[in-house]
């Protein structure tokens, strides 16, 4: 991911390129992006300039994300070889960027200008493209067996003897489903503590230099310290929180709900986002919002979005029962939230399944804490009750909300538009039940998979 600002004076040729790369996109055969394997969704997205309620300018940015399979040298060089010409006629209208960079050129911008959001989500962790595709590919193919005169027979056999005829199926296919032999398990334990080993260090130096202290001051002073202060600190932030939701109430209007809001042109804008979506199973969402004035209000921000990427990472991610699922939504591929314009406006990104209406309405049953948690930070959401109560609860606004902050994704590309994240799910478990021991109620609740 890359967010940089636009030159001046580049804005009608950006927009040119970037029209230009979304016709190419949009034609499977055409599109550059393809050529880039391991590649699942990447955008582009203009960010407008503005000001925000404190007086800070905004200044018109591209943001250009990747979701990818690692590592990401391989991406890089993927990227700058097979999209040279498409990333060149985009990026040279961005700062710090030559006007015809090469390739060699790309490579150095994109390095010095990658950055890590605040939140990063993946919806079902360690599937890369070639095993999306090619475990869709085995269950159209198992399918296309049971559907067969030869699986028809099978129909009121045992479970075991129709899971037996089915692997047998794939054997005499060695050519095509050979590798669907191979075993596929789960991420163990020490996959887990791999991935966990730079939290593991951190906390582990926090203990040594707590320990250090401990030698100096003793124990009970240095935990009735820590303890007073952290104590004071949540008091202090309660306290804070209490005067700004009373405030907000009292002064922030929801957004795109104001007498002041030119009615007409937001509803022309929503028109044109609603053109662009449902043109497949899969969708894409990107939305910007300013973040509430002051430090306390960005602090909160990068608080909860800090905890929000902690827990996806080291607890959905690893979690068999959380696989797909963001606060139980079961259809959200990819989302990235991330902090810019030095904290003061918040991007998001999401690629998710279904409809508009739908994602949104999971939202307010499943999540609604969650997401008012993050966006009750920002202009014009609406108000919220210790930071989690209310706010995307009140569903009509907090959908006029999210419409009215939604802005155009410029260019969008995805690897398997009509892949769902429950697709994905049950094909890596055909893929996972398909050879191994597995007694009579797992073979038929393997085989209902079907």
Not at 133 to 157: K, P, V, Y
Request: net charge neutral; glycine share 6%; with cysteine.
């Amino acid at each position: 991911m890359i967010v940089v600002p636009v030159k001046p004076g580049h804005d009608t040729a950006l927009d040119c390129a970037l029209a230009n790369l979304a016709n190419l996109v949009g034609d499977p055969t055409a599109s550059p992006f393809a050529a880039v394997d391991a590649l699942h969704f990447c955008r582009f997205v203009v960010l407008p300039a503005g000001t925000g309620p404190d007086g800070s300018v905004f200044h018109k940015s591209l943001i250009f994300s990747t979701c990818y399979d690692p590592p990401f040298d391989r991406h890089l060089e993927l990227l700058v070889t097979k999209c040279s010409g498409a990333l060149s006629a985009v990026l040279g209208h961005c700062v710090g960027c030559q006007d015809a960079p090469s390739p060699e050129e790309l490579r150095v911008f994109l390095t010095n200008n990658r950055t890590r959001p605040n939140t990063f989500y993946v919806g079902v962790h360690g599937r890369s493209v070639s095993q999306l595709r090619d475990e869709s590919a085995l269950r159209e193919s198992l399918e296309t067996f049971i559907d067969s005169e030869g699986g028809m027979t099978l129909r009121n056999q045992p479970a075991q003897k129709i899971r037996a005829a089915i692997q047998e199926i794939v054997k005499s296919r060695a050519d095509a489903l050979g590798w669907a032999a191979q075993p596929d398990a789960p991420d163990g334990l020490l996959a887990r503590l791999l991935d966990a080993l730079p939290v593991i260090l951190r906390v582990l130096l926090a203990l040594v230099i707590i320990a250090l202290i401990a030698q100096v001051v003793g124990w009970p002073m240095l935990l009735m310290v820590l303890v007073g202060a952290l104590v004071v600190a949540i008091g202090a932030w309660v306290v804070l929180l209490h005067r700004h939701e009373a405030d907000d109430r009292a002064h922030d209007p929801i957004l795109g709900s104001g007498p002041n809001d030119k009615k007409l042109d937001i509803n022309l804008r929503i028109k044109h986002l609603a053109e662009l979506e449902d043109l497949s199973l899969n969708n894409q969402f990107s939305s910007l919002s300013v973040v509430k004035p002051g430090v306390f209000r960005r602090l909160t921000l990068w608080t909860v979005l800090t905890a929000i990427n902690f827990v996806a990472r080291y607890f959905i991610a690893f979690d068999p029962n959380s696989q797909g699922r963001l606060s139980d939504i079961p259809t959200i591929h990819f989302a990235r939230w991330i902090m810019v314009d030095n904290g003061r406006r918040l991007f998001f990104e999401s690629n998710y399944t279904g409809s508009w209406e739908r994602y949104l309405g999971d939202f307010v049953d499943k999540a609604a804490s969650g997401l008012t948690a993050v966006w009750s930070n920002t202009v014009g959401f609406p108000p919220s009750t210790g930071l989690v109560g209310d706010g995307a609860r009140d569903e009509q606004p907090f959908k006029r909300v999210a419409r009215v902050s939604q802005i155009e994704t410029q260019v969008w590309y995805a690897a398997y538009k009509d892949l769902t994240v429950k697709n994905v799910l049950n094909n890596r478990d055909i893929h996972r039940g398909l050879f191994g021991l597995m007694d009579d109620a797992a073979t038929r609740a393997w085989l209902n998979k079907l």
